[in-house]
Antibody
């Protein structure tokens, strides 16, 4: 059973950066394809980025390319997602998510979410 | 980018009734569509993947159907705990996209 535990809520000023972590247990990070999905207050779900360990490829949603960086520390089984040049529209709950091989491309394990608030 | 349009935006039903939620894709996603349930303050929960396969631990009252551009999530007899938001998601083409959601509320 995979468990994903994310870092705590953050408050940032416009123009700053934020780095959210996602600690994996139950599996090693290198076995998993990790994704990040965000949800603005009262809004729907928005996929941001995916890392596939099988080919080492990171795929970003077009709107986040150049502003979002996904990294992994396999020694601690922790994934990170950094958003730079924050704007008020980036205020959202950020989720890490992954999946069993049988449901590749979907998300059957989720972190608890990290609220990032961007406000001056 | 494939746009997923869910309908209705809000569905008002009573416990015991049958719920039918729709998800239409702007182009074919083959059968690569999932459904999620989300309750306030919680992460989404995968219900259905590949259009009609139930995820682990999901009750049999949840079923999915459809292919290419039109998909349906059916809840055969609503339980109180089923009143929530529902989202569809496609993985047929990059980027992965979600529908805007359907709110299922108690009538």
């Amino acid at each position: 059973q995979v468990q994903l535990v994310q870092s705590g809520a953050e408050v940032k000023k416009p123009g700053a950066s934020v780095k959210v972590s996602c600690k994996v247990s139950g599996y090693t990070l290198s076995e998993l394809s990790m994704h990040w999905v965000r949800q603005a207050p009262g809004k729907g779900l928005e996929w941001m980025v995916t890392f596939n360990p099988e080919d080492g490829e990171t795929i970003y949603a077009h709107k986040f390319q150049g502003r979002v960086t996904m990294t992994e520390d396999t020694s601690t089984d922790t994934a990170y997602m950094e958003v730079s040049s924050l704007k008020s529209e980036d205020t959202a709950v950020y989720y890490c998510a992954t999946h069993q091989k049988a449901v590749a491309g979907y998300f059957d394990y989720w972190g608890q979410g990290t609220l990032v608030t961007v406000s001056s | 980018e494939i746009v997923l349009t869910q309908s209705p935006d809000t569905l008002s039903l009573s416990p015991g009734e049958r719920a039918t939620l729709s998800c239409r894709a702007s182009q074919s996603v083959s059968g690569y569509l999932a459904w999620y349930q989300q309750k306030p303050g919680q992460a989404p929960r995968l219900l259905i993947y590949d259009a009609s396969s139930r995820a682990t631990g999901i009750p049999a009252r949840f079923s999915g159907s459809g292919s290419t551009t039109h998909f349906i999530l059916t809840i055969s007899s609503l339980e109180t705990e089923d009143f929530a938001f529902y989202y569809c998601q496609q993985r047929g083409n990059w980027p992965i996209t979600f529908g805007q959601g359907t709110r299922l509320e108690i009538k």
